[in-house]
């Protein structure tokens, strides 16, 4: 079996049970991995110093090649002949902001606009690290849902230009902080991503919610804190997804129907018991038959190097006929993932970011459908980190197949291949796939969103990239990166937006460039057609550590023509030419679509 080629088996619901033995792969460093046994001791050389078995596996089958710190104005930064930035080749993951010279010594406030006008700006309605992002119709009104593991925030968005919070819990943050203190360890009642869509078979609205093992404030570095490794593995929340009957906006309104975990081997495992990562993000649901998730069923799923996350996620489907009862179908999982099976770590291997102790590796995100299997579709495009872009045949989900997959040049720090846009394939056969920056002030490499020419999905290639966003004319700055902060692609369309995706245009959101919009009316020639760079908030709005993010999600209305992006320190309900004329009221039908609208 060849793992150069694209087409590659696929491991549907089973996992080989043939261990590894520490002989077979020896090729990894222990020194990263805990402290030395001494010379006297029975140590096997070559046999990591952890605890967790599934980390040792992994530590055993790769060689460190950890990437070295760089030094500013030497490594990478400013060319001061052409006011650019000259990026760093390969950086380790850091917490902290790495300055460099020539970047602005303050958080800019200046605003630049093109094809982009702003309704309003709704202060603290958020929080400055993450946002996900939902809408429904109830009673004529139209409600936006902000939210988080830490809070959740309803407004009524009826008019975006005089929207309203109706319900808030969690934190709001200003300058000293979050109002409330919480605790990343013992959270266990929070709303994670989700999607909202019309179940047929209840004929009302339904919520499917993730519960996944947090990404932020559990652990910082896997390799030296046993403790925190063993916490996620038998985590003190639920790793699966649960199902909500929504009678209403509010949570008081929802009746819950369903909970599963995605350890489908073991479906009635209680919490603390339940293996595998939960499920990631916001589950791929349209309200019909099939629902896909991102998940990695059980602690096997161990090949990936990011620091301070156990597991490389692949994709479940689920039968949701019945919303209250749903059923497990089938697991898909791709070479290069499952550190029990010599022949997945075989593909590992000849994966350059295998050892580099940064990359993510494995999916983010559920599949990507052009079009709802309930609708005729049967192809799938799944962004799977340093593991790269990889398409399905999901005609039969029940057996899915992979058709091929792509990859380019690691970029690391960061993660790689997040993010898969969909929104043009049955127009133009392309797909538009990136990650996104996680170091500040630009400290890895520029995160560049790859135009796939996938018509043939067994034959996928990148044939260029969307531009890189470049300051307006009258910036204090020649280049974002002196911006401070975080600059590169976060993601473009969600998942669950109301009206159909606009053809031959796509916003992303941009970190601090913004809100850029692209012209991918040719995908093979895209260009830049309108943008909002806000004002960057500053330590008299948030504490010093949150600051920097700029636009951190998007959410678009297709069906108004109104864009939401969110900031550090708020939302902006956004129109654009672009889209056509924003509606300031109530849509012509409500949202979840269903029959007799």
């Given at each position: 079996m060849s793992f150069q080629q694209p087409r590659t088996r696929i491991a549907i619901a089973a996992v080989l049970a043939a261990a590894l033995s520490s002989a077979a792969?020896?090729?990894?460093?222990?020194?990263?991995?805990?402290?030395?046994?001494?010379a006297d001791s029975q140590h096997i050389p070559g046999t990591p110093s952890v605890k967790d078995p599934w980390l040792a596996k992994w530590l055993t089958a790769t060689p460190d090649r950890t990437p070295k710190d760089l030094k500013a104005g030497i490594d990478y930064g400013m060319n001061p002949k052409t006011g650019e930035f000259i990026w760093p080749k390969a950086t380790p993951e850091v917490h902290k902001g790495q300055p460099f010279p020539g970047m602005l010594d303050h958080w800019d406030k200046s605003t630049f606009t093109k094809n982009v006008k702003v309704l309003a700006f709704y202060e603290g309605v958020g929080s400055p690290f993450h946002a996900w992002n939902n809408i429904i119709d109830?009673?004529?009104?139209?409600?936006?849902?902000?939210?988080?593991?830490d809070y959740l925030r309803i407004m009524d968005v009826t008019d975006p230009a005089q929207a309203k919070v109706v319900y808030s819990k969690g934190a709001v943050w200003g300058p000293k902080g979050g109002s409330e203190r919480w605790d990343a360890n013992t959270v266990t009642d929070y709303l994670g991503g989700a999607t909202i869509a019309w179940s047929k078979k209840l004929n009302k609205p339904v919520m499917v919610a993730s519960y996944e093992i947090g990404r932020y404030g559990l652990m910082t570095q896997k390799m030296e804190q046993p403790d925190k490794v063993a916490a996620q593995r038998s985590y003190n929340s639920l790793k699966g997804f649960k199902v909500f009957e929504m009678n209403g906006p509010l949570p008081s309104d929802w009746k819950l129907l369903a909970t599963r975990t995605t350890d489908y081997e073991h479906p009635d495992a209680p919490i603390g018991q339940q293996q595998g990562s939960g499920s990631l993000d916001a589950p791929e649901y349209y309200g019909g038959k099939y629902m896909l998730l991102a998940a990695a069923p059980n602690d096997s799923y161990a090949l990936t190097e990011y620091p301070n996350y156990l597991y490389s996620p692949g994709y479940q489907v689920w039968d949701m006929s019945d919303p209250a009862d749903p059923k497990f179908v089938s697991q898909i999982t791709v070479p290069g993932q499952v550190v029990d099976d010599k022949d997945s770590v075989f593909a590992y291997l000849q994966n350059p970011r295998a050892g580099n102790r940064t990359s993510w590796m494995g999916a983010r995100i559920p599949i990507f459908l052009p079009k709802p299997l309930e609708?005729?579709?049967?192809?799938?495009?799944g962004a799977m980190g340093g593991l790269g872009l990889w398409s399905f045949d999901l005609s039969n989900p029940a057996a899915p197949k992979i058709l091929g997959s792509v990859n380019t040049p690691p970029s690391f720090a960061g993660t790689e291949y997040d993010n898969a846009d969909v929104s043009q394939y049955e127009r133009t056969g392309y797909v538009f796939t990136s990650g996104y920056p996680m170091n500040r002030d630009c400290y890895e490499p520029y995160k560049?969103?790859?135009?796939?020419?996938?018509?043939?999905?067994?034959?996928?290639?990148?044939?260029?990239?969307?531009?890189?966003?470049?300051?307006p004319e009258g910036a204090p700055y020649t280049d974002f990166c002196q911006r401070g902060g975080n600059f590169g692609p976060k993601r473009s369309n969600a998942i669950g937006q109301p009206g159909k995706w606009r053809?031959?245009?796509?916003?992303?959101?941009?970190?601090?460039?913004?809100?850029?919009?692209?012209?991918?009316?040719?995908?093979?020639?895209?260009?830049?057609?309108?943008?909002?760079?806000?004002?960057?908030?500053?330590?008299?709005?948030?504490?010093?550590?949150t600051l920097g993010k700029g636009v951190l999600a998007m959410y678009t209305?297709?069906?108004?023509?109104i864009m939401w992006a969110f900031t550090e320190n708020g939302a902006y309900a956004l129109s654009?030419?672009?889209?056509?004329?924003?509606?300031?009221?109530?849509?012509?039908?409500?949202?979840?679509?269903h029959e007799g609208y």
């Open positions: 792969f020896a090729q990894g460093s222990s020194a990263a991995a805990g402290a030395q046994p001494s109830f009673g004529g009104k139209r409600y936006l849902y902000i939210h988080d593991r609708n005729g579709g049967k192809i799938g495009f560049d969103i790859f135009v796939v020419n996938a018509k043939d999905p067994a034959k996928m290639k990148v044939v260029t990239t969307l531009p890189r966003p470049t300051p053809q031959k245009i796509i916003p992303y959101s941009f970190y601090n460039a913004g809100v850029q919009m692209f012209d991918v009316t040719d995908p093979a020639h895209p260009k830049i057609a309108g943008y909002f760079v806000p004002p960057l908030a500053d330590e008299t709005q948030l504490p010093k550590y209305e297709y069906d108004r023509n654009s030419p672009l889209l056509g004329e924003p509606i300031l009221g109530p849509a012509s039908k409500p949202f979840p679509q």
